[in-house]
């Protein structure tokens, strides 16, 4: 069965990086497309980027957009979310997911998550 591990995750002040990675396993038949999404404390779940593809390709975040870049290593069945100039909306749980469709909805019609790995961004 399809499965994430997430890591990377640490503590950073305002303006710094982090890259987040995710290395899977698995992978049962049947289409999805890769993502990274959030958890903050007292908010609800939200997409980060979502790896499309055809026209609809990459997805972002509005508030990412230019900072964060999803990219993968097949060779390595590892995606990764290398993130730059963290800001302090930036805390949160990351996790990285198999979703379909490719959205940034906190609640895809399908998904399959990781446990996740903390994102704290601090001064």
Known sequence: QLEF???GGGL????GSLRL???ASGFPPG????AWFR???GKEREGVSCEGSGDAGTLYKDSVKGRFTIS???????LY???????LEGTAVYYCAAVFPCTLRGTPGFGIWGRGTQVTVSS
Do not use: F, I, W
């Not at 289409?31 to 890769?34: C, D, G, V």
């Open 5 to 7: 591990e997430e890591s």
């Open 81 to 87: 979310l290398q993130m730059n100039d963290l800001k």
């Open 12 to 15: 950073v002040q305002p303006g």
């Open 72 to 78: 993968r290593d097949n060779a390595e069945n590892t």
């Open 39 to 41: 958890h903050a404390p």
């Open 31 to 34: 289409y999805y497309a890769n």
């Open 21 to 23: 990675s995710c290395r």
